[in-house]
């Protein structure tokens, strides 16, 4: 027995319309939003008050299951916490967007120098065990070949500080992914000899060690019976500064916020921590000191304060959070030097890069 046709399900002319109407505007609004909400939700996650208490539960629930690492982290001998690094994201369109801008700053006589901030991994990735990985220094090495392809002035730090396990010791917090004042101090004077200066002896710096410290990679590990860091902060000797951010209308006359040290996450006690742009000026600075514009993220945080008695004035930016045009700050500053320090696991994938200009 034949079955009966089914009706047709028939929508009105102007049902289609709307439904297509909606359709092209949530594919141009979705994308809209979540770039405009992107650094709110970034900033308001780092201020999150419980964050610190929540990433540590999630981390313990880990260890209780009895997982030999959680949220990427791996505790090796001797007791350096390391992440894992998985590469993500095209490494192509940010050598073509430095490349780019490069070509521009050398048009208006700014000198250019991209330096590699290195990842806590040994160069031949032999601390952490399979099946872990850390693509950092692939993830690096392909880029520093695009740069080098287009010409780009380079300085590559991972050679100098991550040759060996031994090297992670020495350079590095145990618990943090940043590198310690060491560490910063040898990028220092590396990228001052680059940029055809001399560097200050550390003479010229009063060291400052501070106990207790515990890291952000120690922070999601879980480990909370870990033998924690000093925070080792360099202070310039002879500097009077003034320093302003765009996103607060105080100004400040220290490089260092000790005021962290009093909260969870310690190593903000640099700068303040990340805000968009930042203005140093050096009061006490030779007249024909140059102007420095440092495109950064948290790397850049430690490494400043050691370039402050060099020059003039230094402005900070943090494409993570800044929208402003790079090459118009650096109009509006009179900027004779760019250095360019980011480390290789967030350039990739930060989308404020492919655009730079």
Known sequence: MREPERPAIALPLRTLFALAFLAVITGFALPLAKKA??????????????????VELNGGAHRVVGRRFCNTVYRAPGGMLLSELKGKGRLEPIADSVAAFSKWLAGKKISFIYVQAPSKIDMEGTILPAPLVNRGNDRADDLMALLAEKGIHTVDFRAMLTATPEDLERFFYRTDHHWNADGAFA???????????????????????????SGSTQSRSA???????????????????????SDDHTVYHSLFFEAHLSEYDWYPVFLDGNHPITVIENERAEKDAPVLLLVKDSFGNSLAPLLVPSYRTIVM?????SKQSISELAAEYGAE????????????TDLALKRIK
């Open 187 to 213: 990028a220092y004077e590396a990228y001052m000899r680059a940029a055809g200066h001399e560097p200050l002896s550390k003479d010229a710096f009063s060291r400052r060690e501070i106990a207790g410290y």
């Open 37 to 54: 909400l992107r650094t709110p939700v970034r900033a308001l996650a780092e201020k999150f008050p419980f964050k610190r208490w929540f």
């Open 317 to 321: 930016v943090d494409p993570r959070y």
């Open 337 to 348: 030097e760019l250095l360019f320090c980011y480390s290789i696991e967030r350039i990739a």
């Open 223 to 245: 480990l909370w019976l870990h033998p924690k860091d000093a925070l080792t902060i360099d202070a310039p000797n002879d500097c009077k500064v003034t320093v302003t951010f």
